[in-house]
């Protein structure tokens, strides 16, 4: 019989997810359904329980529902578990494991795909939310030092805190962001979703950015378009620019092992995407 797999969300109706692991399954010879479910605001938790009680064997978690499905695990990988935040749940029975892929997947696409070292490198990563809170620590453990900015700047000193007993991690607000630079700037905020753009410190002079160091990478955890923080970057003199859509395979990929102990090949499904 086959396994089904789900995307829950709110919105759901752009994900990607459902091609990407119709894609892995194919790839990999596995006997698998996938689909994408929107859940009502207030109802994530019904929804979840339901797909299990109906024989579903597991579910990636999107915008806004990661801290919920923390929540509703009833054990957490130890990634999860520093996260905060799950974005796949598996279904054993009546358990309900938790886990975070986003890290790996960030991690994964920056070092492999983009081949960019993180070691030794000064990462801003913008954003306090469950996007942010999915990635601190693999960047950590890759070797990187982390500014947190957040617009509200009381959590952004809550995520530092949370994450400074594994690496060197400090909290920022924006408007002290002036005269520091960076070698890889994150936007894991949701701005680009309103096309807008985090308040950043601009440089008078593109070739000096204010933020962006020589060969710097900016990173866009959305993907799609040309956010208005990939504009900026390459106004500003970033060397590099990358949207999120290497990252949503690569986490997807982690999930897919997590689900099917097997791992696929990232590359022709993120070449495949970058055509759609």
Request: hydrophobic share 45%; glycine share 8%.
């Amino acid at each position: 019989m086959t396994d089904r797999y789900a995307v829950i969300g709110n919105p759901i109706s752009h994900s990607k997810s459902p091609l990407i692991h119709t894609q892995f399954a194919y790839q990999t010879g596995q006997d698998l359904s996938y689909e994408a479910i929107l859940a009502p605001l207030n109802g994530f938790r019904d929804t979840v329980l339901t797909l299990r009680d109906e024989g579903c064997r597991g579910v990636n978690i999107t915008v806004p529902f990661k801290f919920e499905a923390f929540q509703l695990a009833t054990r957490l990988t130890a990634r999860a578990q520093a996260a905060q935040a799950v974005n796949t749940l598996k279904f054993d029975g009546t358990e309900i494991i938790g886990d975070n892929t986003d890290g790996a997947g960030l991690v994964a696409d920056i070092e492999r795909n983009l081949d960019f070292t993180l070691q030794g490198k000064r990462v801003l990563l913008m954003g306090a939310g469950g996007a942010a809170y999915g990635v601190a620590l693999p960047l950590l453990n890759a070797g990187a030092s982390i500014t947190v900015a957040n617009r509200t700047e009381d959590k952004a000193h809550q995520l530092a805190a949370l994450f400074a007993v594994h690496g060197s991690i400090q909290a920022s607000s924006y408007t002290a962001l002036a005269g520091s630079q960076f070698d890889c700037v994150i936007n894991a905020t949701s701005s680009s979703l309103a096309d807008a753009l985090p308040p950043l410190p601009r440089g008078e002079n593109a070739k000096r950015g204010e933020i962006f160091a020589p060969d710097a990478l900016a990173y866009d955890m959305m993907y799609g378009k040309q956010s208005p923080f990939l504009l900026f970057a390459k106004e500003q003199g970033a060397a590099r620019l990358a949207d999120g859509l290497g990252m949503l395979v690569e986490q997807a990929a982690e999930s897919f092992f997590l689900w099917r102990n097997v791992r696929p090949d990232t590359a022709p499904v993120i070449a495949k995407l970058r055509l759609i």
